[in-house]
């Protein structure tokens, strides 16, 4: 976690509003991944950022790689949106992904 | 249909004993990985391989060793299990080699070891 720390560590959300999650990187990250890992425990992909901005309906992403961090927006928060977040960055000097520990959001009604 | 499968879901393992962890792809990908993910632990990076050579190996113990019978193959198999293995394993792939490419990950191995 030292090298891709995110915050918040935790987030409490109320459905329909709207929050960002945060990485920052202390390796020379080139390209990021963000991951939702549900109560079951599978990650499911949500981003691949090279530096620049994605969006996939309610979720946008943004990765700069100059100051070395990636957000994560979640619009009008619904309670699928539960389970922890993951970012998740590449270098040049590895072929496998720097997790962070991840952000747990919780939605409630 | 799910396209990384891994098999056994869980696993319970006596210390000592060997496990071996299976893992196929059917998305047509030429790289496959391992990581774990222990408790208050992020998910660590295990090993790489590309066209079923091994290109990155982040495990220090020699207890871990990847076996690729086919390129769509990436089995982990783990000797003189220790409590401390206790984790669960996901393996993933990507099209691309060399890691500049979206990661895909099954939906892990739970394996504990008493």
């Known amino acids: 976690g030292d090298k891709v720390k995110q915050s918040p560590s935790a987030l409490s959300l109320q459905e329909g509003t709207n929050s960002a999650l945060r990485c920052n990187f202390s390796?020379?990250?080139?390209?990021v991944q963000w991951f939702l890992q549900n109560p079951r425990g599978s990650l499911m992909n949500l981003f691949y950022?090279?530096?620049g901005t994605k969006e996939n309906g309610r979720l946008k992403s943004a990765f700069d790689s100059k100051e070395s961090y990636s957000t994560l927006h979640i619009r009008d928060a619904q309670l699928e949106d539960s389970g922890t977040y993951f970012c998740?960055?590449?270098?040049?000097?590895?072929?496998?992904?720097?997790f962070g520990l991840g952000t747990r959001v919780s939605v409630f009604p | 249909d799910p396209k990384i499968i891994q098999k056994p879901k869980y696993l319970v393992a006596v210390t000592g004993s060997e496990k071996i962890l299976i893992c196929e792809q059917y998305?047509?990908?030429?790289?496959m990985y391992w990581y774990r993910q222990s408790a208050k632990k992020p998910l660590e990076f295990m090993f790489s391989?590309?066209?079923?050579?091994?290109?990155d190996n982040q495990t220090a113990s020699s207890r871990f060793q990847p076996q690729s019978s086919k390129k769509n193959h990436l089995d982990l198999q783990i000797t003189a299990l220790k409590p401390d293995d206790s984790a669960t394993y996901f393996c993933?792939?990507?099209?691309?080699?060399?890691?500049?490419?979206?990661?895909?990950f099954g939906p892990g191995t739970r394996l504990l070891v008493l």
């Open positions: 390796i020379a990250a080139t390209t």
């Open positions: 950022l090279v530096p």
């Open positions: 391989y590309s066209y079923q050579k091994l290109m």
């Open positions: 998305l047509g990908h030429n790289a």
């Open positions: 998740a960055a590449r270098n040049n000097y590895a072929q496998g992904l720097t």
């Open positions: 993933a792939s990507s099209h691309g080699t060399g890691g500049q490419d979206t990661q895909y």
